[in-house]
């Protein structure tokens, strides 16, 4: 158990819906990543957060967002959803937020979206 | 459980045998290099990580090699088991970069047999 809490595991919906994606790191954790997870891509950073604000931005669509909230859990927001969305969604937290290669991320077990 | 990737290259090994997993990376000016291992149904857990100024380091039955050279690493793992039995990611992040702005590669499935 790495100690980092994704919910929903599983979820169904249509394209064009909008989905929200939480994420409860590590305890004493400050940084958040969400890492999105496809059978033809692989997996891709997508944001993260630290101590409440955004740190870095990879490859994520204008139509997701992410916010971390005062107690440092973390949403990703899908809008508008298409059938490419598909994949494993991974949060992971670290104590480390600094730019720079250090430190390990502990990864959730992932909210597995499939849009019909 | 959950499919990570349906052509990944597989490494299919003897239970007690040594395993070598190969990687390529891609950015010349990475500096930091990371083996995460997937079991089905799960999240990466990390393995072990070097940096660029070190060539070889050793952990608890893993060891991993960094050529710069060629842009190579490889992860090998001495007397492998069945629950060592997963995809396994290489990941490299360059200095300046985010820590979790991984770039991972496409993984390598390995197969342990009884």
């Known amino acids: 158990d790495s100690g980092v809490t994704q919910t929903p595991k599983h979820l169904i919906t249509a394209t064009g819906q909008r989905v929200t994606l939480r994420c409860s790191p590590r305890?004493?954790?400050?940084?958040v990543y969400w890492y999105q997870q496809s059978l033809d891509q692989g997996l891709q950073f997508l944001i993260q957060?630290?101590?409440?604000?955004?740190?870095a931005k990879g490859n994520i669509l204008e139509r997701f967002s992410a916010q971390q909230f005062p107690d440092l859990h973390s949403e990703l927001n899908l809008s508008s959803l298409e059938l490419g969305d598909s994949a494993l969604y991974f949060c992971?937290?670290?104590?480390?937020?600094?730019?720079?290669?250090?430190?390990?991320?502990?990864f959730g077990e992932g909210s597995r979206l499939t849009v019909l | 459980g959950e499919s990570v990737g349906l052509h990944l290259p597989t490494l299919s090994v003897q239970e007690g045998d040594n395993s070598i997993i190969n990687c390529a990376y891609s950015?010349?000016?990475?500096?930091?290099f990371i083996w995460y291992k997937q079991e089905s149904g799960k999240g990466p857990q990390f393995i072990i990580d070097?940096?660029?100024?070190?060539d070889k380091r050793q952990g608890q039955r893993v060891t991993v090699l960094l050529n710069k050279t060629v842009k190579h690493l490889s992860l090998q793992i001495a007397a492998t088991q069945p629950g060592d039995s997963a995809v396994y990611f290489c990941?490299?992040?360059?200095?300046?970069?985010?820590?979790?702005?991984?770039?991972f590669g496409k993984g390598t499935k390995l197969s342990v047999k009884p």
């Open positions: 950015n010349s000016a990475s500096d930091y």
């Open positions: 305890s004493g954790d400050l940084s």
């Open positions: 957060y630290y101590n409440g604000e955004e740190r």
């Open positions: 990941a490299e992040n360059y200095y300046g970069g985010s820590q979790g702005n991984l770039i």
């Open positions: 070097i940096r660029s100024n070190m």
């Open positions: 992971a937290s670290s104590s480390q937020g600094t730019s720079g290669s250090t430190g390990e991320l502990f």
